[in-house]
């Protein structure tokens, strides 16, 4: 183990303060895959249960002057997002409520020879269930989409890696398994948009917003979360639906007149109206995960296809 360097802990520790959070511990080692990191463990002041890791290269330094105020404002989000009952779950737009965890930061080059950052982890069904499907992912990130992101750290990647693994699911292209191998998660450029200098992962429309919150209050609030608030007005959201926080909260005003949901501020809390609509949550969960599993043509796997 090596000591961590002062000004790290320095700027971290600013940086906390002023989002709201408080640094509980930090340490350098070396991680499974063989690279030394230091790792800060955070935690709301008021409730020091609810912890965030952070996970920073050894040699890591704000020599950038962009680097701070934006790790401030990752660490400001976090923050809220710590107030969820999970604050781990996020749901997808087919309906999947998942878990990340397990993330092994920050990004490490390919050992194939390929010109790419890979960062590993896994992503868990978070239905409430015992079942433990998983899937174990392996995001790569091109070299040209790299020069994109202000550092190939954590804070700076996390959400649009969290994004594309949402929309690798969408696609259809993550199974999950009770067990398996790592499953490829491919980031490229095609989810940036130069002309709008920004992450553009699913085009959308106020209709699919407003089912996406309900979706998710239904999960992380009514079924993971004992009817506990939940942070709607998420800026990891708002880029996985190419719309804005402020649109989210909006559409979040309109669904609590309808009684689906109390709103208290930028937190909704699921009501017995949304929770009497299990049946169909259940169904698009598993019509999600269907979609999810590789389809066989059944006559040729009975042997009757002509040959």
Not at 61 to 75: Q, R
Request: with cysteine; hydrophobic share 40%.
């Amino acid at each position: 183990m090596t000591t961590v360097k002062a000004s790290l802990i320095e700027s971290l520790t600013k940086a906390a303060h002023t989002a709201g959070l408080d640094v509980l511990s930090h340490a350098t080692a070396a991680n499974s895959m063989g690279y030394v990191t230091t790792v800060f463990q955070l935690a709301l002041p008021a409730d020091k249960s609810k912890t965030l890791q952070l996970e920073l290269s050894e040699h890591f330094d704000f020599d950038k002057p962009n680097l701070l105020p934006e790790l401030t404002a990752h660490l400001a989000t976090e923050a809220k997002r710590l107030r969820n009952p999970r604050p781990e779950c996020g749901v997808t737009l087919g309906g999947l409520p998942i878990a990340f965890g397990q993330f092994e930061w920050p990004f490490h080059t390919s050992t194939s020879g390929a010109d790419t950052y890979i960062v590993h982890g896994e992503l868990h069904l978070a239905d409430g269930g015992a079942h433990n499907l998983h899937a174990k992912v392996s995001a790569s990130v091109t070299l040209t989409f790299a020069d994109f992101v202000p550092a190939m750290e954590q804070p700076y990647s996390e959400n649009f890696i969290y994004n594309a693994i949402r929309k690798t699911v969408d696609y259809g292209q993550l199974e999950f398994l009770k067990s398996g191998n790592r499953q490829p998660v491919p980031v490229t450029t095609r989810y940036w948009s130069p002309w709008q200098k920004k992450f553009v992962f699913t085009e959308t429309n106020d209709e699919e917003r407003l089912a996406y919150l309900l979706c998710k209050v239904y999960w992380l609030s009514g079924v993971l979360g004992d009817s506990k608030p939940v942070w709607i007005a998420d800026p990891r959201d708002a880029m996985y639906l190419n719309t804005s926080t402020e649109e989210l909260i909006r559409m979040a005003s309109h669904e609590a007149a309808e009684g689906y949901f109390t709103l208290d501020g930028e937190y909704a809390a699921a009501t017995p109206k949304l929770m009497a609509k299990k049946a169909e949550y259940e169904a698009r969960l598993q019509d999600a995960l269907n979609f999810t599993k590789p389809q066989f043509n059944e006559d040729m796997r009975a042997g009757h296809a002509n040959m």
